[in-house]
Nanobody, 127 residues
Framework: VQLQAFGGGTVQAGGSLRLSCAAS????????MGWFRQAPGEEREFVAA????????WYGDSVKDRFTISKDNFKFTVYLQMDSLRPEDTGSYYC?????????????????????WGQGTLVTVSS
């Protein structure tokens, strides 16, 4: 599976950006796709994820009520709509996918829950 992310850029605080991640290869609706981010000198942080079959969605605490993850199954693409951006949202955003079986009741928010990663796309929020 290959992942290609688009949509990073520079925006002022309070603004919005939309990231896209297109998956190619053998994709099943049972997979989970999502986003992590990493600021300079910081660990990679969970942002949001969702099952391609629909249903469960998870958000990191710092982005709840500001970011929205969505999908287009026909294109195997997930989107991350980021609103009310803050300078602390600055970082490289990485798209990721989990191909291993997943289980209801478990929140897939750890780096090692995921199998493949796309290249990062840089988001810079100026104050």
């Amino acid at each position: 599976v290959q992942l290609q992310a688009f949509g990073g850029g520079t925006v002022q605080a309070g603004g919005s950006l939309r990231l896209s991640c297109a998956a190619s290869g053998h994709i099943l609706n049972s997979y989970i796709m999502g986003w992590f981010r990493q600021a300079p000198g910081e660990e990679r942080e969970f942002v949001a994820a969702m099952r391609l079959s629909g249903g469960r969605i998870w958000y990191g605490d710092s982005v709840k009520d500001r970011f929205t993850i969505s999908k287009d199954n026909f294109k195997f693409t997930v989107y991350l709509q980021m609103d009310s951006l803050r300078p602390e949202d600055t970082g490289s955003y990485y798209c990721t996918i989990r191909q291993r079986p997943s289980y209801s009741g478990y929140a897939y928010t750890r780096n090692d829950d995921y199998d493949d990663w796309g290249q990062g796309t840089l988001v810079t929020v100026s104050s």
